[in-house]
């Protein structure tokens, strides 16, 4: 996913940095002076929490917990609660998110990442940047608006000040990654943030899993969708699917967010009916045949209209 480069945009200083193993990105209609020093604190934020979690470091306190030094209850408070919002998505999914990999080991990458984007996010806000985005490996969360200017009117949906345009979200189409599927106009209003996260085969990460399997299941699970409306969503259907390989999900929070695009990335089609949990949030589902399936109340400014199957209803 990424953010439109329009004539807004084009006023946005940006400053990019690596972590967590891909490409972070924060911009800011702001000095440019101003958005180093702001990105220099925000990779911080997500260095620490790299070396606190990395399954890779042998030194990070998840090695250390894995290992059996570190006992859950002795970890520190930031890990114990990045702990406890893994287990709670794992209840609210049904099990299709989990804080642990098929081999019993605790991994938590499923939600540290966004955990960390959010963390970013409090600390520009912190030091006075009301209007900023932060795009980390495709998954994305916006403040306040790209061209900000003094509230004139209201935003309709939200109906609060609005404070100039809104950022425009892209989602990549996974068949072909020069192209965009949709673009999603996002808050315009300081304080308000709007979340976008991908899960899938044209997305990197590690931790998406059947539920039933032993092994990491394939990014592209097979699921199974109405052919109309009054169908309910039965993986017994005579029709096989196409498979999923991308899900994105909007919301308020990324990182809720981007633990339903996992969890609906694992389930697949039947695990759609979890969004009427989560009051705020929308999915959209490429399959791998090119359609899309969209819940209720996607955004309907998505392109390529005429690849839409069905909304998903819930």
Known sequence: MNTFQDDDAARLS???????????????????SEVAVATETAARVFMDVEERFSPFLSSSELSRVNRGEILLPDSSATFREVYALASEFSYLTHGHFSPYSPSGDLDLNGVVKAWTIREAGNVLDTVGIPH?????GGDILVSGS???????????????????????LGIVDPHDSSQFLARIDATGTPGFQTALATSGIAER???IWSRADSHPAPRNRSASF???????????????????????VIGPDIVT????????????????????QFPGYEALAVLSDGSLVASNNWPRTTRHRERFEQSVMY
């Open 132 to 136: 900023w985005s932060i795009n980390a």
């Open 205 to 207: 990460g590690h931790h």
């Open 146 to 168: 790209p061209a900000p200017s003094h509230p004139s009117a209201h935003d309709p949906r939200a109906r609060t000040p609005f404070f100039g345009t809104p950022w425009a």
């Open 257 to 276: 967010a981007d633990a339903l695009a996992t969890s609906l990335a694992a389930g697949g089609g039947t695990s759609f009916s979890m969004l009427s």
């Open 226 to 248: 109405p052919a109309g409306p009054d169908q309910s969503l039965d993986d017994s259907q005579t029709d096989t699917p196409a498979p999923i390989i991308q899900v994105s």
């Open 14 to 32: 940006t400053r990019t940095f690596e972590a967590m193993g891909t490409v972070i990105s924060i911009s800011a209609p702001i000095d440019s």
